[in-house]
């Protein structure tokens, strides 16, 4: 009596050419890695030097603190979905908040540490921790529009205003997340980590129970993406190249 088989039998070819199709893909990632990184980056100023307005400067029903995404140019509800609670969109602006709840209060115990809501070791990456403070600045905002986007105080009153291009407001302290070597110096301090202060989860950090660090730029991009690629925007900053972005990160 014949048995059957317990595996699919796969051809030959078909092993052959997924493995093409691997390599190739691989070899076209990092061919754009290669050319991304070596490719000049639009000139930003050093934000560090600018003052953070915070969100609250952001969130003018004129700007970006709509209930609808039914502005001309941009959505300009984006303060709305950074707050989404249901959403992944909206994990920077409970970064702050986290710090709070019983999980962290018990691994911040763990560590020596008092309160986890004021300590260096955990506000350099749960919230915008800069110096330079505008009056409408709040640490509770958790990670604001500023911590990826940069200072304001030198381009807030430019982007927005006639004949405002996006060359000019990166000249002005704008970051450029549209570059992916850019985007990746400001995601990677915190998502993967840096030898900045406050901005690196070690292992006894990960012992005490902080969640093991992850990223992939291209899905976090998306994951927290508050604007619509549409024909305004590919005019303005070209199309996202999501390869480009997965490569980079």
């Known amino acids: 009596m014949q048995t059957k088989k317990k595996f699919a039998w796969v051809p030959g070819w078909s092993v052959l ?34 003052t953070y307005l915070g969100v609250a400067t952001c969130g003018g ?4 603190g709509r209930q ?13 979905r950074w707050q989404e609670e249901s959403t992944p969109g909206g994990a920077h602006s409970r970064a702050f908040r986290v710090l709070k709840e019983p ?3 018990a691994i911040a115990k763990r560590l020596g540490i008092k309160d986890a809501a004021s300590s260096s070791q955990c506000i350099g990456c749960h919230t915008t921790a800069v110096t330079r403070k ?15 986007h940069g200072a304001s105080s030198g381009w807030l009153s430019s982007h927005y205003a006639v004949g405002a291009n996006h060359a000019r407001n ?9 570059n992916p070597k850019a985007r990746a110096s400001v995601c990677l301090d915190c998502h993967f980590g840096s030898a900045k202060k406050g901005q690196f989860v070690d292992h006894r950090i990960m012992a005490a129970g902080h969640p093991r660090i992850s990223f992939e730029m291209d899905l976090f991009s998306t994951l927290q993406q508050h604007h619509d690629e549409d024909v305004d925007y590919v005019r303005r900053k070209g199309r996202t190249n999501s390869v480009q972005f997965w490569a980079v990160g």
């Open 17 to 50: 050419a997924a493995s093409l199709f691997c390599s190739a893909l691989l070899g076209t990632a990092l061919f754009i890695s290669t050319v991304a990184s070596t490719a000049p980056v639009e000139a930003a100023p050093d934000v560090a030097s600018g």
């Open 61 to 64: 029903s004129t700007c970006h």
């Open 68 to 80: 609808e995404a039914d502005g001309e140019i941009v959505r300009q509800d984006e303060i709305m």
């Open 103 to 105: 999980r962290s209060i």
């Open 134 to 148: 505008g009056p409408r600045f709040q640490i509770n905002d958790g990670v604001g529009c500023e911590s990826c």
């Open 170 to 178: 990166v000249s002005q302290g704008l970051i450029p997340l549209d």
